[in-house]
């Protein structure tokens, strides 16, 4: 297999699941999970000046403007460059891609397609753990202690922006940005669209492709 680092980028609606599949993406490859909105929400937490200046958007379900994020991912990515990276979040306009562009060349782009009603319910049962950004659902993936990260034993808390009325803008947003993005990953032939209502069902898929690129960290062949 080959030993070049990998590059990819997982793309999807609000509430599509990258967080989920990126994550078990990250447990089963062994690769840096870097997400965008993880990051922001992690500024906001220290006051940077950063965080002061993406508050507002986050909290209306806004989207960033493209040299904040991008500066913000440059710099985390430099951090990463001699490991295998999925990035979650990032890019999600036309300008983000073509930043990406010139810092790197994609192996993977994985696109979640999942009907707009299903992201509504996910994201009104969705909590998360803030400092690491581990993603819960109140009926798919429940905490073992009800609010409780089952990891530290902090507590869980809902993001503001997955009120209904965030939620409706952010996906209005998204579709209108994502359009270019996912036409210039597909017209390179690194696009691939996964579609369904469970994650559980798609990911399966997912593996198998990730697989195709670089080693899962329990396989025979691993070890
Ligand atoms: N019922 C159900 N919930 C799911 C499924 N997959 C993911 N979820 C939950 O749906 C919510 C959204 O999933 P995330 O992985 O956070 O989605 P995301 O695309 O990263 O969302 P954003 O951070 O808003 O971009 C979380 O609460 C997940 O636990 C599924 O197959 N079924
Ligand atoms: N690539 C990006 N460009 C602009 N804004 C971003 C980007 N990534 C994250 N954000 C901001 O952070 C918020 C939360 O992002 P994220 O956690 O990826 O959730 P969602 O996919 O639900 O919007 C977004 O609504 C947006 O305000």
């Not at 690491?132 to 109140?138: F, H, I, L, Q």
């Amino acid at each position: 297999m080959a030993s070049k680092l990998l590059r990819a980028v997982v793309l999807g609606p609000p509430g599509s699941g990258k967080g989920t599949v990126c994550q078990r993406i990250a447990e089963s490859f062994g690769l840096q999970h870097l997400s965008s909105g993880h990051f922001l929400r992690e500024n906001i937490r220290a006051k940077s000046e950063v965080g002061v200046l993406a508050k507002q958007y986050l909290e209306q379900g806004l989207l960033v403007p493209d040299h904040v994020i991008t500066s913000v991912m440059m710099m985390e990515l430099e951090k990463k460059q001699s490991q295998h990276w999925l990035l979650d979040g990032f890019p999600r306009t036309l300008v983000q891609a073509e930043a990406l562009d010139r810092i790197c060349d994609l192996d993977l782009v994985i696109n979640l397609n999942i009907p707009f009603e299903t992201l509504k319910d996910r994201l009104s049962a969705r909590w998360i753990h803030p400092a690491s950004g581990r993603v819960y659902n109140m009926e798919f993936n429940p905490p073992d202690v009800h609010g409780i990260d089952d990891i530290t034993g902090e507590p869980l808390i809902q993001r503001e922006d997955d009120k209904p009325d965030a939620v409706a803008v952010r996906l209005r947003k998204y579709k209108e940005a994502a359009k270019p993005v996912i036409e210039l990953y597909k017209s390179r032939g690194v696009l691939h669209s996964f579609s369904g209502t469970e994650t559980n069902k798609i990911w399966p898929y997912v593996y198998t492709l990730v697989s195709s690129k670089v080693r899962p960290v329990h396989s025979k062949e691993a070890n």
